[in-house]
């Protein structure tokens, strides 16, 4: 089932830095919020349709068919989230800009491309085996710089299969909008006076733009096809509605040759920016990393309602990560390649969606 969210309200999603108000003095916002927020939203919402307390549920004391408890997602499945606007009677998925997209002295972005290993001077410090990644480079004189935006599913699509492309920018989607809190001192009810003074502290808000919300896949429960939803730091409301489009874009697949990996959600490796067997998701044949393309990593933690303490902090390669590789044949990618960790099954709630493109040396 395929779901659209429209906030009512602005958003706050924290990222993975800690914040406290006396300490801090400004909490930023992700966005989108990452799938662990969206599995305590739908979890949330079939709590409220079953009228199961949640507080009873967090405790232990019921147990709820379907949703699990803890870390144990049960028969819940999740796909998303990802940016998405109302466009011309349909839902447009939007995109993270993958990160070997650059603009070269034009307007136009472009996607690097790798380096012959005989043409460079230079080496990576990444290595795959006895060999380094190749350079990701673009033949030109002008000044490489860093663009900003998002990709609709459409201009991805372009992108994959190495096709030009525009950017949408991130105004037409989304406003950030900072806000001045006071800390209320929650005895008195009134701001923080005295030595524990202070608390004066900026929060950042995201403000969407009218027909723009949220596209989540979810499976494995039974939700109305209309409803409400609770979302993120001060629980603010929303309004969820079914929809029956099909999207163009389809993750994982049989490729051969020279392919990239794009993906589109954050993803967990236990042993870093990648994983220690490309192999054990990529099967079929023998595959060969040429090179890759991937942001600082992102922190992921939140906090753990059923033991009400803080989950522990990971380190995901953040979504937009782009991954060349070369294979001897035809090979199959699955739609998620991420790891789990012990019981937090990471792959079941949207982390790690990857989709297919191709590339060729410069």
């Known amino acids: 089932m395929r779901i659209f969210i429209e906030p009512s309200d602005v958003l706050l ?51 709820v068919p379907g949703i699990g408890y803890a870390d144990d997602y049960g028969q819940l499945r999740l796909r998303g989230p990802f940016i998405a606007r109302q466009e011309n009677g349909r839902v447009m998925r939007y995109f993270s800009l993958p990160s070997d997209v650059v603009l070269a002295g034009c307007p136009h972005p472009i996607a690097l491309a790798p380096l012959f290993a005989a043409e460079s001077s230079f080496e990576s410090n990444p290595t795959v085996g006895a060999n380094s990644l190749g350079l990701l480079w673009h033949r030109t004189i002008a000044r490489i710089e860093a663009p900003s935006g998002w990709l609709s599913e459409i201009e991805l699509q372009h992108y994959l299969n190495g096709e030009p492309f525009s950017v949408t920018p991130e105004h037409e989607l989304f406003d950030r909008e900072s806000r001045f809190h006071v800390g209320i001192d929650s005895q008195f009810k009134r701001p923080h006076r005295g030595g524990a003074g202070g608390h004066l502290f900026q ?3 995201v403000r969407l733009q009218h027909g723009v919300g949220l596209w989540l896949d979810v499976n494995g429960v039974q939700l109305s096809d209309e409803g409400l939803l609770q979302l993120g730091g001060d629980s603010k409301a929303a309004v969820y509605r079914k929809v029956d489009e099909v999207p163009p874009l389809t993750a994982g697949g049989v490729v051969q040759g020279k392919f990239k990996l794009y993906f589109a959600t954050p993803a967990y490796f236990a042993t870093g920016w990648q994983p220690d067997d490309w192999g054990r998701f990529i099967t079929g044949g023998t595959v060969r990393l040429v090179a890759a393309a ?37 090979v199959t990618v699955p739609e998620v390649i991420t790891d789990d960790d012990g019981q937090a099954r990471f792959s079941q709630i949207g982390f790690g969606q ?6 060729d040396y410069v």
């Open 294 to 330: 991937v942001p600082r990593a992102q922190a992921i933690g939140g906090f753990d309602l059923a033991r009400n303490r803080h989950k522990p902090m990971r380190r995901f390669v953040p979504a937009g990560s782009v991954f060349l590789f070369e294979s001897d044949g035809e």
């Open 203 to 205: 929060v950042e808000f």
């Open 13 to 63: 999603f924290r990222d993975g830095r800690p914040f406290v108000a006396g300490e801090d003095h400004r909490a930023l916002s992700l966005f989108p919020p990452t799938p662990l927020t969206m599995q305590g939203a739908i979890r949330s919402r079939v709590l409220a349709d079953k009228g199961v307390s949640y507080t009873a549920y967090a405790s232990g004391a019921v147990s």
């Open 354 to 359: 990857v989709f297919i493109g191709r590339w």
